[in-house]
């Protein structure tokens, strides 16, 4: 027995099948396909572009903190302007010790010259005290 509820047809496709598809709705499906290419292939070119950025920006997120923890211990060496500014000090301390120094040898001079001076009044002092002396013997 036959179910007759539903029609026992068969579609056979074959080469030489036909479809009655008018070249509007032909069209139609063919940009849909495209369209649907084009927004595949962009959309994966935008997801594989965030995720290359993501990877770059989680790198260089890693770097920065690896150089802000290690900067301030000096574990990462000092720039170039910084050597030379450590250089420059090092000169200038050592210019600084060479005047301490020669100000403390003048302070001495200082107290030198004083000293020769009263050393030099008494000196003068006595000479005119020989000479008066000597003026005072002549005379007699």
Known sequence: MV?????????????????GLSVKNLIAIISAVGIGVWSYFGLTQRITELETAKQLMEADLKKAVEFSIKWPRGELGSLPADSEQFMLIEYMSKQVEKIQKELDESRHNAVNIQRLQTDMEKAIENIEKLKDKVRQNGSN
């Open 3 to 19: 179910d007759k509820s539903f029609p026992q047809t068969a579609n056979v496709i074959s080469e030489r099948s036909a479809v």
